[in-house]
Each structure stands twice: as structure tokens, then as C-alpha cells.
């Protein structure tokens, strides 16, 4: 008679010992599912078994004698060992050669992504802290020394360069004494920088004190810019002595 899964499964979970005693009136092997194959067999006068493929487990195993080896039993393995040697060897080779062979055509093609990450980099430095100079005693104009800034900026859209004073001149101990201050920006180097707002000059008089010039990027790079500075002299004889103070901040920013 065909031993089917589900009387083979039946009988598989009767089982209590490594070797029971088997008494039906067939003999031979009944398979349930191993290693990918389902078959369901009917042994001597009825012809070979049924194969089917499928996933799933190997049930019980009968000899000549009557004997039933419980599954995972060393006897039981050889057995089924020595059964799919001698019947399911080509089958099980097919199976195994077409796995491997869906294995070794599911990825033909792959990539790999190389990356360089440039940290952004944004400064403006002054060439020193503090420049000083004696009045020439006139009525002329005090300018300074031309002053060159330096300006670096990496950003994607450019960046502003803006240098604006804190105050006119103002005298340190006596802040009603005064003299405006005047800025002239220039531009040194920097092909992606141009000066947006080159000179400026502050009004104490009007309370006007706080000034600036500018510049501007359109991409990344750096530049140099001269900055002129000058006390805006009125009359000599009227100017108090001692140190009159003026302060220019530069400052950066990304656009």
C-alpha cells in the first residue's frame, strides 16, 4: 500500500524509543520528505516510488525485519545513507547543481562607491592687532599704512567679507573729543571676489559712527584685500592731546 506525509508523519510521532518494534503488513522504506524531495513509496510487486520536490523532513524508516529506527539514530542515518546512494543520487545531484548554479548567477554585477569629504573652511584674519602713528601736527588727513586683510572661504555659493567700524575716533579719556574715520576697500587677489561697497566714512556729528565696506564671492576662494584707514582731520589747534581710538571688525559670512 502508498505510505503517504500524513501516515507517515502519524506513525513518526508514536515513536518513543531508538528501535521499536514494526509489525504492518508492508515492509521496506516509508519516506516522508528529505532534502528537498517528497516521496511517497510502494514498494516490490507495486513498482518505485513517486518522487516530488519540496522542503521539509525525512520521516521514518522500516527494514525487513519489521524494525522501526527512531529518526536521528546512527542506524537510522546510515540506512537512509545507503537508500539515497543507491536511488536518489542523480536527483539529488540536479537539485544540488541547479542551487549552485542560481547561486552563482544571482549577483553578476556590483559596485563600490570611493568618496573625499572637504570640510568646510571659512576665515578672515587681520595682518596685526593694533596699528599706531603719531598726529603729524597739521591739518591734513592722518592715513595709515595700507592694512591687507586676508579672506578664505570654500562654501558653494560664496561668502561676505564686511569691515565696519565700532566708533569714529575717539579720544580714550575724554570721549567728547572726536574725529571721523574713513574706510577704502581694494581688491589684492580673488577671482571669484569683487569689492561690493568700497569706501565709507563715519559722522559723529550726526551720530553716525558705525560704518562698513564689503565684499563678496560667487564661489569658493580665498582673497586679499587692502584696507585704507584714516583720522578725518578738521582743524589741528582744537584737537586734544592724548590717543584717539577707532576699531574695524571684520566679519565672514556664507551666502
Not at 542506524?75 to 545531484?93: C, G, K, S, T, W
Not at 589684492?188 to 569689492?195: F, H, I, L, P, R
Not at 584685500?225 to 565672514?252: I, K, Q, R
Amino acid at each position: 500500500m502508498v505510505r503517504n506525509d500524513a501516515f507517515a508523519l502519524n506513525e513518526a510521532n508514536h515513536l518513543i524509543s531508538n528501535q521499536a518494534t514494526y509489525n504492518t503488513m508492508s515492509s521496506g522504506p516509508v519516506w516522508g520528505r528529505l532534502c528537498c524531495i517528497s516521496i511517497d513509496t510502494n514498494w516490490g510487486k507495486w513498482g518505485r516510488p513517486n518522487v516530488y520536490y519540496d522542503f521539509a523532513d525525512f520521516l521514518t524508516y522500516k527494514t525487513q525485519r519489521k524494525t522501526r529506527y527512531r529518526i536521528g539514530s546512527p542506524v537510522f542515518l546510515e540506512e537512509v545513507d545507503n537508500m539515497i546512494r543507491r536511488q536518489h543520487a542523480p536527483i539529488l545531484a540536479t537539485l544540488l547543481c541547479l542551487a549552485f548554479s542560481s547561486s552563482s548567477q544571482a549577483q553578476l554585477t556590483d559596485s563600490e562607491l570611493f568618496r573625499v569629504t572637504v570640510k568646510p573652511r571659512m576665515s578672515i584674519a587681520a595682518p596685526t592687532g593694533t596699528v599706531s602713528q603719531f598726529h603729524d601736527e597739521t591739518d591734513n588727513n592722518q592715513n595709515f599704512p595700507l592694512q591687507r586683510w586676508l579672506v578664505v572661504s570654500n562654501h558653494v555659493a560664496g561668502a561676505t567679507a564686511v569691515f565696519e567700524t565700532t566708533q569714529a575716533f575717539t579720544h580714550t579719556v575724554d570721549s567728547t573729543y572726536k574725529r571721523d574715520a574713513s574706510l577704502s576697500l581694494s581688491l589684492v587677489s580673488g577671482s571669484t571676489w569683487n569689492v561690493t561697497t568700497p569706501t565709507a566714512t563715519t559722522a559723529y556729528a550726526s551720530s553716525d559712527e558705525v560704518v562698513s565696506v564689503a565684499a563678496e564671492s560667487t564661489g569658493p576662494g580665498s582673497a586679499a584685500f587692502d584696507l585704507a584707514v584714516s583720522l578725518v582731520e578738521e582743524a589741528f589747534a582744537d584737537l586734544a592731546a592724548g590717543d584717539y581710538e577707532m576699531t574695524v571688525v571684520g566679519t565672514l559670512t556664507a551666502n
